[in-house]
């Protein structure tokens, strides 16, 4: 039986932590920026913990 590939799409986007988190990027900072406030695009700048309820889909997708 083959092996089960991973999504290579999510697997660019998602990064497990060491304590098994899932790590992802805020959306809505690719273009105009200059309409949003410095607060909104520092805040989509950092990087945010998965809910629970979507951790499982996400790790489905990247066989783990």
């Not at 949003?36 to 998965?50: E, H, L, N, P």
Request: aromatic share 6%; hydrophobic share 30%; net charge positive.
């Amino acid at each position: 039986m083959p092996k089960i590939k991973s999504h290579s799409g999510s697997s660019k986007r998602f990064k497990i932590t060491g304590t098994g988190k899932v790590k992802r990027k805020h959306a809505f900072k690719n273009h105009n920026l200059y309409k949003k406030s410095k607060k909104a695009k520092r805040k989509t700048s950092s990087m945010s913990v998965v809910n629970n309820f979507d951790k499982k889909k996400v790790l489905k997708i990247l066989n783990i």
